[in-house]
């Protein structure tokens, strides 16, 4: 018997940045909708899944967090490899985090496919008596690297599910317009081979 295909689009994303910015909150908070302030250091999950609707096609996550690699900084080009999306994330109430992430952001850059896309996020922005990089830092970040950047909160929820709903529609539409370039590229060797065909028959009946 067929199995239906249980999705129209699959996104790898990847999540990097240092340990303890909130990372895996952030994951886990987007697919199962739970915030755990005693969350454990990942060890040996680094794999989620979950599927979202956009306008009727299922858009599937595939989700890499770095089971506590990042600590250690001994996350390989492996980690990376095939990824659609990357996230580089920083923690509101770590200025260590923000410094670091020149070094993550070149990573990236360095290990990324051509048409991976970055994404800045920050995260804990619920915690203001803890914050130590105010929004104009952040804005500045996105003039220097030229790349979006996010404010999150797992705890709070703000702006969890509208940053992968913002991914997962920016994803779909790049990948029905790599479809349809597929398509119109076709049909344009169709075109080609037609008009060459015309031009040979026409001198065939000519000669
Ligand atoms: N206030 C606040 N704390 C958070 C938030 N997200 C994570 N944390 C806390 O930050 C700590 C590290 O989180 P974790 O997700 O394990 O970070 P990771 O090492 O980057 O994966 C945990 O104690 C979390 O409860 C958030 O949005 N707000
Ligand atoms: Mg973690």
Request: hydrophobic share 35%.
């Amino acid at each position: 018997m067929e199995t239906k295909k249980r999705y129209d689009h699959l996104v790898k994303l990847v999540m990097v940045g240092d340990a303890g910015i909130g990372k895996s909150s952030l994951l886990s908070k987007f697919t199962s909708g739970a915030f755990n302030q005693n969350y454990l250091t990942t060890v040996g999950v680094d794999l989620l899944f979950t599927t979202v609707e956009v306008e009727q096609k299922r858009v599937r996550f595939q989700l890499w967090d770095t089971a506590g690699a990042e600590r250690f900084r001994s996350i390989t080009a492996s980690f990376y490899r095939g990824a659609h999306v990357i996230i580089v994330a920083f923690d509101v109430t770590n200025g260590d985090s923000y410094m670091s992430l020149p070094r993550w952001i070149s990573e990236a850059r360095r290990y990324k496919n051509s048409e991976c896309d970055v994404i800045l996020v920050a995260t804990k922005a619920d915690d203001d008596e803890n914050r130590q990089v105010d929004s104009d830092h952040i804005l500045a970040l996105e003039t220097t690297y030229g790349i979006p950047c996010v404010e999150t909160s797992a705890k709070s929820s703000k702006n969890v599910n509208e940053l992968f709903d913002i991914i997962a529609h920016d994803q779909m539409k790049k990948k029905e317009e790599e479809r349809k370039g597929i398509e119109k590229a076709k049909s344009e060797k169709r075109k080609i081979t037609l008009t060459l065909t015309r031009r040979f028959s026409s001198f065939a009946c000519c000669s």
